[in-house]
Structures are given as C-alpha cells and as structure tokens.
C-alpha cells in the first residue's frame, strides 16, 4: 500500500506520502507526531496523496495505513540537524558523506585565503538592491527545502498542456516564463499565457485545481508528465547561489559593510543547512541530469538503498545538480571567506538564523555549519556526485580547500591529481590535442578547458602559499609544465571565422540562424585574466593576443590546419579575412556531432554554409542537431551498423554522436587557391568486443578555395564515398529559399527517411542512420542530371545568395530537396528553415560515388562566368575549370592515382600524380602549373618532445612552411615545419608545430601484449591506433594496435608485442613518433 516513504528526513519537514488504495475509499492513517497538511487523490498513480509535516523531535516513528482489504506499517527514521551531523553507518557505507569521513572538521581558519581572486564587473543593480532589501522570512523561503525535487525541463515533447509545442517557438530548454523574486512558483507560457500549477505551493497547497502539481509533476490523461514545480525548484536553487555571488562582488567593494555581510552570512546558513542535510540523507540530492522530463516513481530514488550507495551517487549533485556544484563552491568559498571577518565575533547573524529555526549557539558555531557545507561539498566532488565541464570539479574542490585553510589536507590533492575526473597530473597531457586544442565543441565548451588549465595553475599556487608544506612541487607538479602551452593559447583564436565566430565543430559555435555578423564584437575567446596569468607563465602567444586586445585589433591566423584535432581552415589575407572555408576531419569525445567531412564557408560578413551548433533540446540532438544528416556532409549507411543508443546520463558519455575519422593528405596553395585533401574512415564502437572498427566505408574529400576578384570567391567541393549500402551527400545551404535552373521537380510524400515515414516518425525508420532524414519533409525528386544549377536566397537578406553548380554525380545517384527546420515545433514556426539538397545512391556494390559541386557565395552578380567538369580515364578522377573575367583556373584530381602513375583528363591534360591546380591569364594566356613535388622520405634519428624538435636524415631540400607527414604507414599526423637547422651535411633539425606526446599514464595492468592504464587517454574513433606506446624511464616502446576507453576514467590497450619488462606502476606515454620511425615530405612546385 504504502509506495515510498522517506529513509531518513529531518524534523519539521514536509514530504509526500503514497499510498495505493481506491478513489472512492481513501485509506486511515495513522501517524502519531506527524502533522497532516493537505491529501488529494492521483489518478495517474492510483494512490492517495498525504502532505505530512515530520515532528519537531528526532526519532524513529512508526506509522500505519489501513484500507477497505489490507494495512501496512512503516517506521520513519526523524532526524534533528545535529543528530544528522553526527558520522553513522547505514547500509555498510559511512554517512554523512563529508570530509574527513567518519571525523569532524573543526575549523582552523585564522585569515582571509581568497581575497586576490579578481573582482568581477558589477552586475545587475537591479538585482543587487532587491537582495538587500529583502527581509529574513523572504531570504530564507527563496531556498526550497531538499525534499521536493528539483528538475531542468518542464516538458520537451508536448510542450505546454494549452497550446502544445507552440511554445517551442520560444526556446526548447526553458521556454517558461517565471517570476523569482520572490519565488511563486508559477510558470506562464510565453505563447498563450495560460498559468500552471493550478495549486498554491507557497501556502501548502497540494490539491487545488485542475493542474495541480504537488512539486512531482502534473500529469495528462495520456499520462505526460509536466514538472512545473521541480523547474521552478531547480531555477531558485540556482538563483540563490547566483545571489550569494552578486553580495559577495558587493561586499568585496565594501567590505566594512556589517549589514550586508549580516545577510549574506544568513544566506550562508540557509545553505550550509540544506547541504549538510542532504549530505546525510541522499536522498533528497538532486539526482541525475535528465535530457527529458521524466517522472518519479513514488518519491525521491533511495540512493543509499543501493547496493554500493557510492556508486550510484555518481553524478547526482547534491542539493544543486551535478554540474552546478562546482561553481556553489566556488561561490560559498568566497562569499564566507568575504564576509568572515565581520562575522566570527557577531551574535547578530546567528539570532537572525535562531529565528529561521536553526538554533546556533555562537558566531563559532555558525562558520563551522558553513565549513562543513564546504566539507560536504568536497566529500561530493571526491565520491563523483560533482561532474562539471573540466576542469570545474578540481577548481571547486580548490576553492574550497583554500577556503578552509587546512594544512591537513593533502590527501585531497592527491585525490586531485591522481583519481579525480580532471587527473591534474596529466591534465594538459590527456586532455588536450597535440596541437592544443581541448576536448570538446568549439567556443564556450572548449575555451572553458583552456582558461581552466590557467586557474587550475593559480588555485595550485595560491594553495602551496597558504601552506608549503602540505602541497610541494615534488609531489604536486605545475599544471602548465608541457610544451604545448602556446599552442593552448593561440587555439581559441585559430579557429575564428570572419574575427567573430567560432568554427562550428559539435555542440558549439551556431544556433542554426545565418544572421549576418558584422554587429558582432571581435571574438574574445579568452579572458584578460586568463592572458594576463599565461603572459605570467612566460606565454609570448598571450602577450601579443594581450596586445591586440587592448588595440581592439584582429588577430590575423591566416590558413590553419588543426591536425590534432583535425580541422582545417582557409582564409583570404585580410585581418580579419573577408571569406574562410573549413572541413572537419576529426574527431573528440565532448560534445560531438557526426560532422565528419562537415564543410563550412563563410563570406561577407556572414555564413553561407554552417552547422546548426547547439541544440534546442537534448531530447533531439541525436536525431537533429547532432545528426550527419543536418551537415553539409557525406555518409555512408551500413546495413547491420546501428548508431549506439546511450541514455544521457551514460558513464559512455564520450562516444555519442560516432562519425569516424580522416587524416590530411595534403594541402597545396598558389596564388589565389587553396587547396585541401583529406581522406577519412568510418569507425563504430563494438560494444561486444569493447573495440572500435572500422565497417569498410571509406572517404575522400577535396575543397578549393578560389578568390575570383573583389571580394569574391568560390568553393569547389568533390566528394567520393566508398563502402556500404547507402551513400548520401547533404547540403542545407543558404538559410532561405532554393530556386534550381535546368530541374524537373516532382513531389514526393513522406520525408528523405521514406515516403512511407511522415515528420517525427522516429520509431518508423528502416535504419538508424535515418533518424535526421525523418525529419526533412516537404520533398520534391529533381529531375535534370549534372546540368541542373541553383541558387539559395537569404531569408535575412535577399541580396544575400549561394550558387550551387552541379559539377558531376555517379550515374544512379538520385537528387531531393527537402525541408528542414527546428523539430520540437511546426516547421511554420522554426527559427530557421533551410531547403536540404541530398544526394542518395543505394545499392552502390564495390563502386565509388562521386559527387562534384561548386559553390559561389555572393551580395551582386556571379564573379564566374563559367564553370566546366573534364572527364578522365578513370572514374574517380576529376576536373574543374572556373573561369572570371580575368583568368581561368582549371583543378585536377586523381585521388586513387599514385605519386608516379598518370592520368589522362579529357582536355588532354596528362597528370602524374594525384592533383595539379592551372591557372591561366586570360589577357597573356601565360598558363601556371602548381602540383605536388617527388615524395621525400626520411627517417627520425633523434628528438626531443620539449621542444617539439625532430632530428631527420634523408630530407635534400626542406625549408620551413612546408608540412611533413611522421609515421605515415601509421597514424601519419601532419606537422608544418616551423624553423630548419642543418646539423651537418645529412641531417636537419626541424622545429615542428605541434607536441608529439598523447597522454601519459601508469600500468594498471598488462597480460602479454595487453595494458590496462589508470588514466584516460582520449582513444574516441581511434585516434591511438598507429601511435606508439612508450615506457618513460628508459624509451622502450610498441606499437599500438588498438586502444579503447572501458570507462571515463582508464584506458585499455593492445600493443603489437609486449613491452619489455613491463611492470605495473611503470609510467607510460603514447606518442606520435620515436627514433626510427619515418617523415615523409611532400613539397608543391609550381612551373609556367
């Protein structure tokens, strides 16, 4: 009968007790020193609802249900704040769950420890004033208790209960509008005002209504849950910590201020209360992080119930959700360290709290509440409850331990550096690319890393002043100690489009609007601060971004290749450039998209092709945002591949949204053309074998970028796809209308997923590659073959287009368009809606689909005044000639000729080799060649990874600017060759641009030729495979033949043979390169 009750609850509390039973019969209860304060009937639960208000005094409280057919009792474990504060056992597992476990923290706190942080620009006054004038009562109810849930989304799928998904048009994560000063409660939707819940929560109301939501959600008749009062729950959560802030900036400006530091210290104990409580009873934590509204089954999940309690507290926050409670730390840490002096010898704050209800004795008494809300807080972090973006869970535990002042904590710092989410140990090492860039989607995701490898530094700093000898350099080492640094610095700015927005790469960067960009303020990735503590760090990178930013000046990164990470990005010479074009070639495990060979293109001052960036909501981005579909992009369906199907809060969050990888086969640049290669692979992840492999679909892609006079250019893009048994090319275009010249157009039902699978027919699709197609509706077949031309037209601005030339396609390769808009609403009121071209082919064999497309962005007329594809001799081959009014360039590709065999194109042209680019004057009809020259070979006879120098014999004729491939029968990363130094006559120095050092771990274990590693090294579409691994104190090394992440935390590996003498313990590298191996020169030549 009796559905949930609580494990353990503090006194004078409200919780929900169900009960299952009949409508027309409720059951008795019987609840001596419980008070009964509302009950209702749910219907969706068949149960009844009792609000029952917990004794004002601890102990254990049997109660009793009985009904029309049976009776149940039950025995309620009240607790009072102290007894709560006391170390128990429950379940095996050491409660509360607060540093030092099982021990009590007294504080040993004799001065300010924070005060040097940076003061923040003053916010909201506004804001700042309607906190101060607040009085007790007001400040203490904006804090919800911990025993109603908290929650991110109302409703993701059905919207609002009067007008459906309309309200999507007004936001996909928190569409709502709400009144939180002072809290209401209320939630009033922006698209047909209607106001929910129907009941009065500040007064107790748990039953008035037709929308009543009793803080667990209120349900329809098809039994979607609504969780009005758990959104608003979790925003006034957030809120008060945001409020917590705002005083504290204020009373840092003021800081004699008793009056405000009086009421932020009353703020404090509001929290430090709920903190130390929940840390005791789990089960009022904030739980998981839903992508969807979901409901509880009875009440809060019994955490402690579990079978290993620890465990399943892995992200589940505390009284904030999981990722917010890095920065409550932070801002409790610094907000008691601010107001501390005026409030360790003050009686008047803890009267204030006396009169809330929370007997204090002393000020004494009050700081030690707050310190061990903090130890709380740690305890959180370290038992994996606190999951932030990295490196936010160490910068809070930091803040904390400073905070706290503790020469007794070194066991914490160990746990920092070696067992933590970010391992600070290794944290530059393992989480950023060879080339420097971090871990996930480009922009605030990724520079988030990088400003946190620099507070990570200061925090580690100012933590070794306050106390030397609990934390030396010896055994906690500086975190910026690798020779990657400046490219850490320099790789939030390399990947700026136009000067004012980042390269699109996963979730980040876009928001699928192609709104022009000039109003935009140059990009300022990385804050003042944040340079200033690099410069400090002997950063000459930072220093001039430093420079330029105080100018109010554009950095100027010219063409960028990221092979690291694998991206590359063209640029005319401007600063900042007029046009860019990118491709994406690889891959990391944060974040992500299938955007494997995305191209973008960018141009007078606004995109023309562009990701959609960051989702409208969780609930879709595997099927929308994040699909391959929506990318300007190639693909290839497998039969028997499906995509893996992970929840949101999968322990795999590294390997959502699986594409595969490229490498860079080269890139070749003459006098107004750039031109890049890249050759790419499928990978999935067997879940069997817990292995990646490869499902035999191969790739190649090659963009030119051609200036056509003025401020014109053009992009030539070829495509070939290879494997499998469904090849797709998509384009979305310019966000607008298409017009196609030269095309028959016939309607067709359905969406690009079949025409037999409406809109959102999700569950219908044959396949799972075919999650983003069911979504593009309103399709049209185009007739017309290769002679069809289009042009997309700018819903922003109608001087704005695209022109699309239809170069060449495989015979067989069917053309549709299609819709595609926002998917939580109707197209009709998508924020944007873009006309999708996809080119499908089924059934292709052992045969290669090639599709070859030009596109022109323009404000006037064409700069083209003609376009023409040269057949060859073999299929995959192609030409392009483009020509202006002033010269034509015609491109040559034959991507599956060798450096030495020959094609023969149609107009004549024989080409040894994979690729030439001719330019021609048209006025002195002087004709230019620029091709590839001899392959240079050499061999690696020493290096040192520090200075990313390689010592290289066998190279004749190098000089720097050219780009070498290492290994190039293995994983073949490309280096530009940053300085030459000849050593003598047979060997050269080169200076190279990027680290060649992956990770670093220990030996966990090893049996034969496998390694268990105990740190995570990033393996996500193999990115190992190829490298070696390479033992730290004598360079003993292997092969890696394969190499996967089991868990967040460790990394598996299989080598070509055993490690000689390897032992558990022995530290490890995995690196691009060692003495021996091969560099391969490939230089461009030109010849008129």
Request: glycine share 8%; net charge negative.
């Amino acid at each position: 009968m009796i559905q949930w009750t609580p494990r353990v609850i503090l006194t004078d509390r409200l919780f929900r007790l169900p009960v299952t039973g009949t409508a027309d019969q409720p059951p008795t209860l019987n609840a001596p020193g419980f008070g009964l304060v509302d009950r209702r009937w749910s219907r969706r639960d068949q149960a009844w609802m009792f609000y029952l208000r917990t004794p004002s005094l601890g102990g254990d409280y049997p109660i009793t249900v009985t009904g029309a057919d049976a009776s149940e009792a039950a025995t309620i474990a009240v607790r009072s704040l102290d007894e709560l504060r006391q170390p128990f056992d429950d379940n095996g597992t050491q409660w509360p769950r607060r540093w030092p476990l099982g021990g009590h923290c007294t504080s040993s706190r004799t001065r300010q420890t924070l005060q040097d942080e940076p003061l923040v620009k003053a916010g909201n006054d506004e804001i700042l004033r309607w906190w101060l004038d607040q009085d007790d009562d007001t400040l203490w109810r904006q804090l919800p208790v911990a025993e109603f849930p908290r929650a991110h989304y109302v409703n993701v799928h059905q919207g609002c209960p009067t007008c459906g998904t309309a309200i999507f048009a007004h936001g996909g994560f928190y569409p709502w509008t709400r009144n939180h000063r002072p809290g209401d409660l209320r939630s009033t939707c922006p698209a047909c005002a209607a106001i929910f819940p129907s009941n009065d929560l500040r007064i107790n109301d748990f039953s008035s209504g037709d929308f009543v939501d009793d803080g667990f959600g209120w349900f329809d008749d098809e039994g979607h849950v609504f969780l009005f009062a758990a959104t608003c729950h979790r925003e006034l959560v957030g809120q008060y910590s945001g409020a917590i802030r705002t005083i504290t900036d204020h009373l840092r400006r003021q800081p004699t201020d008793i009056d405000v530091a009086r009421r932020l210290g009353l703020m404090l104990l509001r929290w430090s209360l709920e903190e130390v409580y929940v840390a005791a009873a789990p089960q009022f934590r904030h739980g998981p992080s839903q992508e969807v509204e979901r409901p509880w089954d009875g009440g809060p999940v019994d955490w402690a119930g579990m079978e290993d309690p620890i465990t399943a507290l892995y992200r589940k926050g505390s009284l904030a959700y999981a990722i917010d409670v890095p920065n409550v730390t932070v801002a409790l840490a610094l907000a008691y360290d601010t107001a501390w002096p005026l409030l360790r010898d003050d009686d008047e704050w803890i009267a204030r709290a006396s009169a809330q209800g929370l007997p204090l004795a002393d000020a004494d008494a009050g700081c030690q509440l707050i310190e061990e809300a903090l130890c709380c807080l740690l305890q959180c972090a370290i038992d994996g409850g606190a999951l932030s973006n990295k490196p936010g869970t160490s910068l809070g535990v930091l803040s904390a331990l400073r905070a706290l002042d503790r020469d007794d904590t070194t066991n914490v710092m160990d746990w920092l550096y070696d067992r933590s989410p970010d391992r600070l140990r290794v944290f530059v090492s393992n989480n950023f690319t060879i080339d420097g860039q971090p871990p996930e989607a480009t922009g605030g995701y990724n520079d988030t890393h990088t400003r946190g490898v620099f507070e990570l530094e200061h925090q580690v700093a100012a933590l070794r002043v306050l106390q030397p000898g609990a934390y030396p350099l010896s055994r906690f080492p500086s975190i910026t100690d690798d020779p990657r640094l400046e490219r850490l610095v320099s790789a939030p700015y390399d990947v700026t489009m136009l000067g004012r927005i980042p390269f699109h790469f996963g979730d980040g960067g876009s928001s699928g609007v192609q709104q022009p960009l000039n109003d935009r303020d140059l990009l300022a990735p990385l804050d003042e601060a944040t340079l200033e503590r690099a410069v400090a760090l002997g950063s000459d990178a930072a220093r001039g971004l430093l420079d330029k930013r105080h100018r109010n000046e554009a950095l100027t990164p010219g063409s960028t290749v990221h092979d690291g990470v694998g991206f590359a990005i063209l640029r005319t010479d401007e600063s900042p450039e007029r046009a860019a074009a990118g491709i994406i070639y690889g891959d990391a495990p944060w974040h992500r998209h299938q955007d494997l060979l995305d191209v973008q293109l960018f141009a007078y001052d606004r995109p023309f092709l562009s990701a959609l960036g960051y989702p409208q909501s969780w609930a879709h981005v595997n099927s929308w945002e994040g699909n391959w579909a929506t990318h300007n992009s190639v693909w290839s369906v497998v039969d028997g591949v499906e995509p893996l199907q992970l929840p949101f809060d999968t322990p795999w969050h590294f390997l959502k949204e699986i594409a595969g990888r490229g490498r860079l086969v080269r890139v070749l640049r003459t006098e107004g053309v750039q031109v890049v290669e890249i050759e790419a692979s499928r990978w999935v992840f067997d879940t069997d074998a817990m292995r990646w492999m490869q499902p035999g679909v191969s790739y190649r892609r090659l963009i030119a970028f051609v200036e056509t006079g003025g401020q014109g250019v053009a992009l030539v893009d070829l495509a070939r796809i290879h494997g499998g048994d469904e090849h797709w090319r998509m384009c979305r275009g310019l966000e607008g209308t298409l017009q196609l010249q030269g095309a028959g157009k016939q309607p067709q039902s359905g969406t690009l997923a079949g025409r037999d699978i409406e809109r959102g027919q999700l569950d219908a699709v044959r396949h799972g590659d075919h999650l983003g197609l069911a979504w593009m509706d309103d399709v049209d077949l185009i007739e017309g073959g290769d002679a069809i031309r289009g042009t997309w037209t700018s819903v922003h601005d109608d001087q704005a287009h695209l022109d699309l030339h239809i170069l060449r396609t495989t015979p067989g390769t069917q053309l549709r368009s299609a819709r595609a808009a926002s998917v939580m609403d109707s197209p009709e009121r998508s924020r944007y809606n873009y006309r999708t071209l996809a080119w499908q082919r089924t059934a292709p064999g052992d045969s290669t689909t090639c599709v070859d497309l030009l596109f022109e962005p323009r404000i006037d007329t064409s700069a083209l005044t003609a376009t023409r594809t040269i057949g060859a001799d073999i299929e995959t081959a192609s030409a392009v000639a483009l020509r202006t009014e002033t010269r034509e360039i015609t491109l040559y590709w034959s991507p599956d000729r060798g450096p030495d065999e020959v094609t023969i194109f149609d107009d004549g042209t024989e080409l040894q080799g994979p690729l030439a680019v001719a330019s021609s004057g048209l006025t002195r009809m002087r004709r230019r060649l620029c091709l590839p020259a001899p392959r240079q070979s050499g061999a690696i006879v020493a290096l040192d990874r520090r200075n990313c120098t390689i010592d290289v014999q066998g190279f004749d004729d190098v000089e720097a600017g050219n780009r070498i491939v290492i290994n190039p029968e293995g994983r073949a990363h490309n280096y530009a060759i940053i300085a030459v130094e000849s050593l003598h006559s047979t060997t050269l120095r080169l200076t190279l641009d990027m680290a060649s050092l992956h990770g670093r771990a220990r030996i966990a274990a090893l049996d034969g030729a496998h390694l268990e590693l105990d740190f995570f090294l990033i393996t996500r579409t193999a990115s190992l495979h190829g490298t070696r691994l390479q033992r730290e104190f004598d360079d003993c090394w292997q092969p890696i033949v394969a190499a996967a992440n089991h868990d967040g935390h460790t990394t598996s590996m299989d080598l070509e043979a055993p490690l000689a003498g390897a032992q558990t313990g022995d530290w490890v590298a995995a690196v691009d390169y060692v003495v021996g191996d091969i560099a391969r020169l490939e230089k461009q030549r030109t010849s008129d």
